[in-house]
T-cell receptor, first 118, second 109 residues
Framework: GAVVSQHPSRVICKSGTSVKIECRSL??????MFWYRQFPKQSLMLMAT?????????EQGVEKDKFLINHASLTLSTLTVTSAHPEDSSFYIC??????????????FGSGTQLSVL | SQKIEQNSEALNIQEGKTATLTCNYT??????LQWYRQDPGRGPVFLLL?????KEKRKERLKVTFDTTLKQSLFHITASQPADSATYLC????????FGAGTTVTVRA
């Protein structure tokens, strides 16, 4: 099946620094990628939809200047948490659809990034 | 937007028994509904998709039903094994794919 690679898997940083998370589709073209945030024992909350070559679409309440998304190619999307603070500590997960498959409703997820801001 | 409720946060069962998980939604019936498995510290993995015109879908020991009248999907794991222990998420499409909070299944040997 399709593989989505997400790095890093874990990052610890000081408050005020920026952290970049990469999401790559390894064997398919992902015209659309999604970024989620998940707190313990809670559901995945969609943060933004990333479309290759265009600006990301952010969900209500998500600060686009805080969470910068770049989708420069069909296989790579990045999420940068700028000036991270302890409240940004969370599990971040990316996902993608296989753009070449007609029935492409299912999502392929990365393995997630646990961000801890001290 | 849809409110998705997975009615049990945790389910503990004996190996070999059938686990039944419930997913209820509140608004209009989606065109399809999906189930995912998530292990601790990992991203979800797709298991099954069932469309609104399908009553039941099977994959190996997994079975999913979809009742648009009750606005409910049931997810069954038959002949459960300890390796089935994980959190199971239901998801349905609104204008986006929305997820329930999940049910954590623990299968005792």
């Amino acid at each position: 099946g399709a593989v989505v690679s997400q790095h890093p898997s874990r990052v610890i940083c000081k408050s005020g620094t920026s952290v970049k998370i990469e999401c790559r589709s390894l064997d398919f073209q992902a015209t659309t990628m999604f970024w989620y945030r998940q707190f313990p024992k809670q559901s995945l909350m969609l943060m933004a939809t990333s479309n290759e070559g265009s600006k990301a679409t952010y969900e209500q309440g998500v600060e686009k200047d805080k969470f910068l998304i770049n989708h420069a190619s069909l296989t790579l999307s990045t999420l940068t948490v700028t000036s991270a603070h302890p409240e940004d500590s969370s599990f971040y997960i990316c996902s993608a659809r296989d753009g070449l498959v007609e029935t492409n409703e299912k999502l392929f997820f990365g393995s997630g990034t646990q961000l801890s801001v001290l | 937007s849809q409110k998705i409720e997975q009615n049990s946060e945790a389910l503990n069962i004996q190996e070999g028994k059938t686990a039944t998980l419930t997913c209820n939604y509140t608004n209009y019936s989606p065109a399809y509904l999906q189930w995912y498995r998530q292990d601790p510290g990992r991203g979800p993995v797709f298991l099954l998709l069932i469309r609104e015109n399908e009553k039941e879908k099977r994959k190996e020991r997994l079975k999913v039903t979809f009742d648009t009248t009750l606005k409910q999907s049931l997810f069954h794991i038959t002949a459960s094994q300890p390796a089935d222990s994980a959190t199971y998420l239901c998801a349905l499409n609104d204008y986006k794919l929305s997820f329930g909070a999940g049910t954590t299944v623990t299968v005792r040997a």
